[in-house]
């Protein structure tokens, strides 16, 4: 069966300092993969997407970068955090060629002070 | 765009009913419905592609109006485990890309 994991679950940085999260998917190849932000009155905004290895959609102009280094990891990075960057940050896949759900990861809960 | 959804928040008495909206302004391809419980992820609930189709299982349902653009996600007999904040996410087209909606915050009192 496919799993998404989802690191760190929690972590707390001053403004200025670097950020990377990663997800990887198991028990399947090939998904499409997604970053979603969710930060209070905003509902789930898409960040970033990727239908492959090396390539990245980007949503809204931002202080973040995404990487696919491989077919089943995603990375989201930034080097300089911003306050406004806090918020709960959702890893998700689906499977190409099919019109089903998302899975979404455990999320990552990102305050900047 | 980001869909409008509406109300942004209701409150149930255990088995009452309720009705939460989703609508673009843009063409559909088609909708997604989500649900999250507080600190978790959201979870999949249906998907409804265009063609007017109604889809539900138990006693969730949703419809899809492809021409108006707007996506409708009935609860009825309402019960505790339905609290929590349910998504509408939207496709334009068949592009793999969902944008969501702010969320509407349903509350089951018993």
């Known amino acids: 069966s496919q799993t998404i994991h989802q690191w760190p679950a929690t972590l707390v940085q001053p403004v200025g300092s670097p950020l990377s999260l990663e997800c990887t998917v198991e028990?399947?190849?090939?998904?499409?993969l997604y970053w979603y932000r969710q930060a209070a009155g905003r509902g789930l905004q898409l960040l970033f997407y990727?239908?492959?290895?090396?390539?990245i959609s980007s949503e809204v102009p931002q202080n973040l970068s995404a990487s696919r280094p491989q077919d089943r990891q995603f990375i989201l990075s930034s080097k300089k955090l911003l306050l406004s960057d806090s918020g709960f940050y959702l890893c998700?896949?689906?499977?190409?060629?099919?019109?089903?759900?998302?899975?979404f990861g455990e999320g990552s809960r990102l305050t900047v002070l | 765009q980001q869909p409008v959804q509406s109300p942004q928040a209701v409150i149930l008495r255990e088995g009452e009913d309720a009705v939460i909206n989703c609508s673009s302004s843009?063409?559909?391809?088609?909708v997604h419905w989500y649900r999250q419980k507080h600190g978790e992820a959201p979870v999949f609930l249906m998907i409804?592609?265009?063609?007017?189709e109604q889809k539900g299982h138990e006693k969730i349902s949703a419809s899809f109006n492809e021409k108006k653009q707007q996506s409708s996600l009935y609860l009825t007999a309402s019960q505790l485990s339905y609290s929590g904040t349910y998504f509408c996410?939207?496709?334009?087209?068949?592009?793999?890309?969902?944008?969501f909606g702010k969320g509407t915050l349903l509350t089951v009192n018993p």
């Open positions: 998700a896949w689906t499977l190409k060629g099919t019109k089903g759900e998302l899975f």
């Open positions: 028990g399947t190849s090939n998904p499409n």
């Open positions: 990727s239908v492959g290895i090396g390539q």
């Open positions: 843009k063409a559909l391809y088609s």
């Open positions: 409804l592609l265009k063609g007017g």
């Open positions: 996410g939207t496709e334009s087209g068949s592009n793999y890309k969902l944008t």
